[in-house]
């Protein structure tokens, strides 16, 4: 797989995603609301403002709108240095604005708290901390630096120095507050983003797989009268060129290549119908299958099968859907990356329902873990004292997502417990002591009865002659 298609797995560069033209219309609309706050402090409340400078102030902002609408094209994205830069030019711009007209004693000084909200949402950390740390210092130079709220009358307009300090706090608070609330929903919503890509991404790829068998199945069926055609002309010309044994030979050399290519076909035609997207086949060998690349790593997979209460003794023959296979061989690998030696895959049927059991004989889900597992970019799985026997492995949470949501997809049900607890002496613990995943089908979901006494599709055609 291409760095391109994994790039999402280590995070990506959010601040490129912003449009100039959004940032353009927020601040076209605070370039209103700035303008329309000047005006009614002045007209209707009669303050005293340095109408100039205001004005400059708002002006600035203007000329830098206009010199973005254009010199750059609509579609232009901001890099992570742009977006940056024009959250700090905001940030520098209300508080000299705040500066002209009463510091913390201004009402709008709460407005500080829009650009580093955006910025924790979409710009990466040490842009947030900068910014934050920017606002902070200004906030905190505008309890004393700033120029007095006047009445017409001359009267200084300023709140009691206990709620300037408590605006001040409340401020500092939001700031941190608004920070990592906005920064971590965003990481979640792109996080489960991420994780929904990967999912599709590993569905698409064996939906090509499946559809290619397909592709693969037909085309061996219908070649196969061909062939048969070449095979019978090619007797008969070497019937009839008995006396010219270099024309005989030519023939008979076609007649190979034929059954060279109906062994060929045919064998290709098998692994179609075994790949088709909606092939039935027994449970216990859909298990097999999605087990079997994880056989030779060095563990041990016993596989178990049996009817539950009121089951049929001769198993289901289930969909064979690549949700199914992809999803469980996740749980497997899962598994034998974090057993000792064993891994122990039940299965069981009843009238209601298809029950699959993955166990392992590690130490089992961190119990902090455990109401998580199946969310993505769940770190790992291990205590610390487990780094030491894997150190390169750093999993991400990924692999049992994609599991989950793509079994959950076939209307199963996943739960996930421990055997018994990781931290009791191996002599007090069972065999199958680890992690536990349960998947639960109702019957009627994935259970098929087509084709019990056989294949479904059928076998391709033998050519004989």
């Not at 034929?258 to 692994?271: E, H, N, T």
Request: aromatic letters at 6%; a neutral charge; hydrophobic letters at 45%.
């Amino acid at each position: 797989m291409s760095t391109s298609e994994t790039s999402f797995a280590g995070g990506r560069n959010r601040g490129n995603w912003i449009r100039l033209r959004t940032m353009i219309l927020i601040r076209w609309i605070a370039i209103v609301g700035q303008l329309v706050a000047i005006f009614v402090a002045q007209r209707m409340f009669n303050l005293t403002l340095e109408l100039g400078l205001c004005l400059m102030a708002v002006g600035v902002s203007v000329i830098g709108n206009l010199i973005a609408v254009f010199v750059f094209p609509e579609n232009k994205r901001l890099s992570e240095t742009e977006n940056f830069l024009m959250v700090l030019f905001d940030v520098l711009q209300l508080s000299f604005l705040l500066y002209l007209t009463g510091g913390l004693n201004n009402p709008f000084s709460l407005l500080v708290l829009g650009p580093i909200t955006v910025s924790a949402s979409v710009l990466t950390l040490r842009s947030t901390a900068l910014l934050g740390i920017t606002a902070f210092v200004l906030m905190t130079l505008l309890i004393r630096f700033h120029l007095p709220l006047r009445t017409e009358e001359g009267f200084i307009l300023r709140v009691p120095d206990t709620f300037l300090y408590g605006n001040w706090v409340a401020i500092t608070i939001a700031l941190l507050f608004l920070s990592i609330y906005s920064r971590r929903i965003a990481n979640e919503m792109h996080s489960m983003d991420d994780a929904l890509a990967a999912t599709q991404m590993a569905l698409s790829r064996a939906q090509k797989l499946n559809d290619l068998g397909g592709v693969v199945a037909a085309a061996a069926h219908e070649l196969g009268t061909p062939l048969a055609t070449i095979k019978l002309t090619s007797a008969e010309l070497m019937e009839d060129l008995h006396d010219q044994p270099d024309l005989q030979e030519d023939a008979r050399l076609i007649r190979e290549q034929a059954d060279r290519c109906r062994d060929i076909l045919r064998s290709m035609g098998r692994a179609g119908k075994e790949d088709l997207h909606m092939r039935q086949a027994p449970l216990v060998q859909v298990i097999m299958e999605a087990a079997e690349p994880h056989e030779n790593r060095g563990k041990k997979i016993i596989v178990e099968e049996g009817p539950g209460p009121g089951g049929e003794s001769e198993q289901p023959n289930i969909l064979r859907r690549p949700e199914i296979i992809h999803g469980l061989r996740n749980l497997v690998q899962n598994a034998v990356d974090f057993s000792r030696t064993t891994v122990w895959i039940e299965s069981t049927w009843t009238e209601a329902k298809i029950t699959i059991r993955i166990i392992d004989d590690g130490r089992g889900y961190p119990p902090n873990l455990l109401g998580r597992i199946g969310d993505p970019f769940v770190r790992n799985r291990r205590t610390d004292r487990d780094r030491s026997a894997r150190p390169e492995y750093e999993g991400m949470g990924l692999g049992l997502f994609i599991a989950k949501t793509l079994l959950e997809r076939t209307g199963a049900q996943l739960n996930f417990a421990n055997g018994s607890d990781g931290f009791l002496p191996k002599s007090m613990t069972s065999e199958r002591c680890g992690a536990i995943v349960e998947v639960v089908w109702p019957r009627n979901m994935i259970v098929t009865e087509l084709g019990k006494s056989g294949h479904p599709i059928g076998e391709n055609t033998l050519i004989e002659v």
